[in-house]
């Protein structure tokens, strides 16, 4: 269902589109596209490691569950991006009226007639919740005591000093903090996408693969 674009009310766009596989499940442009064409106002965010996490979205902490922040882009209006505000009920039955769909809802809720909102919203949830990255040369030093590059433990340091204040956004499961500790970094440890003043800190884990940063895209490679 992720890959479908049956999900949005034209059949344009599925998650996929904006959340690309090959950019860490981001995306390489500046700003994605909704449904009907128009940029949206946010680049889009990374989809790895979701499940290490306690809050999502660029701007709105107040999404304290994935489920929750799965409803933005179903139901978002300025900018749309699925536009179920208006088709919900279309997009349901055209979903429940395809094989694969109504064969899945038949085996895992015997007990419901109709696809609903609800299964929709888990069935993507756990899918993204499997989206997991735990093979980096970062993790390899953190869990089997790899010792990377003397430049790389410097400039994690920096990452996690007092100075740059970088962990103080950038911190939880995909960054380490029992290393932090070790460096003297004075903030305790959040899961990642801890909420600062400007909004949710984005995860760091797969930046070398997504080439657009911040929620306007201002930084690049």
Known sequence: MFYDRALSYNEQIACA??????????????FSRGADGKPLSRHTMALINLESRNHYGWADSSKGTLADQMLRPLFNAG?????????????????????LYRHARETLFPDVQVLARSHVVESIVTFENTLVSRQSDFDE???NDKRPDDAVILW??????????????????????????????????HAVGSTC????????????HTQKYCRDSALHV
Not at 79 to 93: G, K, N, R
Not at 164 to 183: A, E, T, V
Request: aromatic residues 14%; contains cysteine; glycine residues 8%.
């Open 17 to 30: 589109d904006c959340h690309q596989q090959s950019f860490g499940f981001a995306d390489s442009q500046a």
């Open 79 to 99: 900018p749309v991006e699925m536009c179920w505000l208006d088709y919900e009920q279309a997009i349901l039955s055209r979903l429940d009226n395809r094989n």
């Open 141 to 143: 030093w953190l869990e």
């Open 156 to 189: 994690f340091r920096l990452f996690a000093s007092e100075r740059l204040g970088c962990s103080r956004c950038h911190n939880g499961p995909d960054h380490g903090w029992p290393w932090l500790r070790q460096y003297r970094s004075p903030w305790p440890g």
């Open 197 to 208: 003043r400007s909004g949710t800190g984005p995860a760091a884990i797969s930046c070398a």
